[in-house]
């Protein structure tokens, strides 16, 4: 009986240790889920690429009359192509990193009312 008693405190004191390390973790968590929101925040506010968008449509524009763009310069229709086409992939790009941010901080807010009971 005696070493019985023994084993249940020690496990009783096991759990309260492991108890108290998955609370540490927990609290970790929930600190760089708040600074992780902070920073989607940032990403979500990626805008202001109003000019890029206009710079790609006067390209597409210039292109147009292509004959035109070969007199100034034979180089300038392949380059304004590939321009136009890179400020695409730019674009494209800041928007969907928009997008994972709005519906990461959805995802981690979630995460964060999970554990609002932890304090």
Known sequence: NTQLAITTK??????GV???LAICQVKKIQSLSAQSIEDL????????LEHLAQL???LK??????????AVS???P????ELRKNLGFLLGTAKSLQTH???????????LDQLSHIK
Do not use: H, W
């Open 41 to 48: 925040k940032t990403i979500e506010k990626i805008g202001g």
């Open 18 to 20: 492991r108890m108290i």
């Open 10 to 15: 020690s496990l009783s004191a096991t759990c």
């Open 61 to 70: 524009k210039a292109m147009a009359d292509e004959e035109q763009l070969r």
């Open 78 to 81: 392949p380059y304004f192509a």
């Open 101 to 111: 941010g709005v519906n990461r901080t959805k995802d981690i807010q979630g995460l």
């Open 74 to 76: 034979p180089m300038l």
């Open 56 to 58: 790609s449509d006067e």
